[in-house]
T-cell receptor, first 112, second 112 residues
């Protein structure tokens, strides 16, 4: 069966520090991968999605970036965090077809 | 901008009652629709999917779709306190690629 791993679970970072969040999927090949952010009391905002290695689409201009160095690995990065980057970051995967996403357990990021 | 609208709630129902959650969407070409349950502090979990007009039942859950009215609903029968959570409606954009647009969610409270 397919599983998705996301870490760390929580992170407290100072303003201006770098960020790296990692997500890996097991049990499937060539998944579609997504990064979402959920700010406190708000909906899910799609940040990036990827249909293959090295293929990244950005939905919202901001100081975040994403990379997909391997088929089942998706990384979210920032060179300098802002206070507004605080939130709940969720990685998700989907297969071909339209059967919905499976989310990872999320990373709660607090920028101080 | 494709939109998915939900009443934020909270929707309060007594244990054993039927909870009715509603969602409207703007993209008339959307073909697949999903309901996710999100417990406080946790990631969303897919509970129902529906692709054609009418009703789809799975245990205590029934999803209803009316494409002409651009309306999706979720009924929870015999509501339990453990059903207390935020329910997110998600609609796949009609782009030939699976990319979900989420509503902001309805908070459901089931009282014993």
């Amino acid at each position: 069966s397919q599983t998705i791993h996301q870490w760390p679970a929580t992170l407290v970072q100072p303003v201006g520090s770098p960020l790296s969040l990692e997500c890996t999927v097991e049990g499937t090949s060539n998944p579609n991968l997504y990064w979402y952010r959920q700010a406190a009391g708000r909906g899910l905002q799609l940040l990036f999605y990827s249909v293959g290695i090295g293929q990244i689409s950005s939905e919202v201009p901001q100081n975040l970036s994403a990379s997909r160095p391997q088929d089942r690995q998706f990384i979210l990065s920032s060179k300098k965090l802002l206070l507004s980057d605080s939130g709940f970051y969720l990685c998700a995967w989907s297969g071909t077809g339209y059967y919905g996403y499976t989310f990872g357990s999320g990373t709660r990021l607090t920028v101080v | 901008q494709k939109e998915v609208e939900q009443n934020s709630g909270p929707l309060s129902v007594p244990e054993g009652a039927i909870a009715s959650l509603n969602c409207t969407y703007s993209d008339r070409g959307s073909q697949s629709f999903f309901w996710y349950r999100q417990y406080s502090g946790k990631s969303p979990e897919l509970i129902m999917s529906i692709y054609s007009n009418g009703d789809k039942e799975d245990g205590r859950f029934t999803a209803q779709l009316n494409k002409a009215s651009q309306y999706v609903s979720l009924l929870i029968r015999d509501s339990q306190p453990s059903d207390s959570a935020t329910y997110l409606c998600a609609v796949n954009e009609n782009t030939g690629f699976q990319k979900l647009v989420f509503g902001t969610g309805t908070r459901l409270l089931v009282s014993p």
